[in-house]
């Protein structure tokens, strides 16, 4: 069986939409051979290119055409294949935890790798380098609301909005929860723990 074969047989086993990076067919053959089998693989259709060194085998809708992986699909498949740590910031966290209803356009990562830009279709995806102490949270939840909170900015936050966060919180794991309570900015420690007492109740 050629390696392209394999590699085709491999991705039709794949769910439509599931997004694939070459290094997932390393078994298969070399790495410039799976190189060229996804380019033809992609010349004839069955694939998409959705950004450098990942792909796709777009679902497809009856009135929108083929359908293009989210950018956050993206931006994971990335952190997945470059083996980086990343943490949504700004308006992307804020939407993320429902704490604002606008969907940023750019989405901005701070990263552990090489900063950089990527266009997924109208939006770009921006990975910033940033200090260790920024990736050292263990929760995903806490660590959305950390970089949510610093996008609003101390003394800024509503009690409405302070009530939504605590309950946002409260899904969190506690041991992650108390882990991260100590990488957040004081004002928001103050919040976090708000939260760690609730969970106690």
Avoid: C
Avoid at 108 to 117: A, I, K, Q, W, Y
């Amino acid at each position: 069986m050629s390696i392209e074969v394999n590699i085709l047989k491999r991705i039709e086993s794949l769910p439509k939409g599931e997004l694939f990076l070459p290094t997932d067919f390393s078994d298969v053959g070399s790495s410039e051979a799976i190189r060229i089998s996804l380019f033809r693989l992609q010349k004839q259709g069955i694939i998409s290119r959705v950004a450098q060194g990942i792909y796709v085998r777009p679902k497809e809708s009856r009135l929108l055409g083929k359908l293009v992986p989210t950018a956050e699909e993206v931006a994971e498949a990335i952190a997945k294949r470059d083996r980086i740590r990343t943490v949504p910031t700004g308006s992307y966290a804020l939407n993320a935890l429902g704490l604002s209803t606008q969907v940023p356009m750019n989405i901005v990562f701070l990263t552990d790798g090489s900063p950089r830009e990527i266009r997924v279709g109208k939006r770009k995806i921006k990975f910033k380098k940033t200090t260790p102490k920024n990736l050292l949270a263990k929760g995903k939840t806490s660590r959305l609301v950390i970089q949510a909170l610093k996008e609003i900015g101390n003394g800024k936050l509503s009690d409405k909005e302070e009530k939504k966060v605590i309950e946002i919180l409260l899904k969190e794991n506690n041991n992650d929860l108390k882990h991260d309570i100590g990488l957040a900015p004081v004002w928001i420690q103050k919040i976090m723990t708000k939260a760690l007492n609730s969970a106690k109740i």
